[in-house]
């Protein structure tokens, strides 16, 4: 626990020598769950391995891609992680960028809400039901699942795996409170952003679905770098600031916090795979109101006042373009502080 918050943290895609003893360490420290994101493979992977050598943290995909394949075999796999790991599964699910899901996966974006919902919906089925050849068909605007001759072996470890949903704009807000089990806060928010817009929209999702506030978890995943040297703090970020910038679809987020015209210049310096040139039109301002950062007394002072409404944070080392002696120096800091 930190100021009352459960706190999760993430784990990267490392070799086995690294990964066992690091989870080890964390679950010994108390932690309440890692999560993994989709860079490129399925973070089932690394998840699994993580629960054959725990017993009791959280292992969360945080997230997987929705739209890179089909529901069923999203369900199957969280599936088979929850029986690895004895019933400690979450299920993250996003649908990231366009521009990455049909041109690097070659898969349809669709209605971005709308195609979440119906992944959500279809997961769910299967997990459920999945094993009582009683699904037939799912019908959907994006996948149609026929089902009538499937079935699993047995039942999933449990009929209902929890499902978090990130956001970055208030209608995926409002959604998750409606549908899902827990909401994933972008990184990218800032603390004025969750004041103004997250509570709103997540208490109208709370209330299309007739939960109360306590039935729901806010995640808040936060870029953190513990630094006395502020300069070489924000340096050490920019990067992976940049890098989050790329994607036309923010444009309005940052144009809403006072970074529009910094983050078109880092987008058409993207369009022109001119990294150095992302990492220029990054400015220091915009780099320090994404991210944590300085000392670990600032540090905490301002998590504590980012997370005023969340259940649960999970601080992060924003290691793009960062070497990875830097990262896990950034990372103990991080367990240090928090755990």
Request: aromatic share 8%; charged share 20%.
């Amino acid at each position: 626990m930190f100021a009352d918050k459960k706190v999760w943290t993430q784990l990267p895609v490392l070799p086995a020598g690294q990964l066992v003893p690091l989870v080890k360490e964390w679950e010994a420290a108390g932690i309440e769950g890692v999560w993994v994101p989709q860079i490129f493979g399925l973070p089932q992977v690394t998840l699994a391995a993580a629960a054959a050598v725990t017993s009791r943290i959280k292992l969360g995909s945080g997230i997987t891609l929705a739209f890179t394949r089909s529901p069923l075999e999203t369900a199957c796999s969280v599936i088979d992680l929850d029986h690895i790991s004895d019933g400690r599964a979450v299920l993250g699910l996003g649908s990231s960028a366009q521009s990455q899901i049909e041109g690097s996966f070659g898969m349809p974006y669709g209605k971005p809400l709308a195609h979440m919902r119906e992944v959500v919906q279809q997961v769910r089925a299967v997990i459920a039901k999945g094993h009582t050849g009683e699904l037939q068909k799912l019908e959907g605007e994006y996948a149609t699942l026929d089902l009538s001759h499937f079935r699993l072996t047995g039942p999933a470890r449990r009929s209902a795996v929890p499902i978090y949903l990130p956001a970055i704009f208030e209608k995926a807000c409002e959604q998750a409170g409606e549908i899902a089990d827990g909401l994933l806060g972008h990184p990218l928010w800032t603390t004025q952003w969750i004041h103004d817009k997250v509570g709103p929209h997540l208490g109208a999702g709370l209330e299309k679905s007739k939960r109360d506030r306590s039935d729901f978890d806010l995640n808040l995943m936060i870029f953190t770098v513990i630094n006395d040297d502020r300069d070489e703090a924000i340096a050490d970020a920019r990067a992976n600031v940049a890098f989050y910038t790329q994607s036309p679809q923010y444009l309005r987020y940052f144009e809403a916090i006072g970074f529009g015209k910094e983050a078109k210049a880092i987008q058409a310096a993207f369009a022109q795979q001119d990294f150095a040139g992302m990492e220029q039109a990054c400015p220091d301002e915009m780099v320090s109101a994404i991210t944590v950062l300085g000392s670990a007394a600032d540090v905490k002072a301002q998590v504590i006042e980012r997370a005023s409404f969340a259940d649960s944070i999970t601080p992060v080392v924003p290691q793009f373009g960062m070497a990875e002696d830097k990262a896990a120096t950034y990372r103990q800091r991080i367990a240090d502080l928090f755990f």
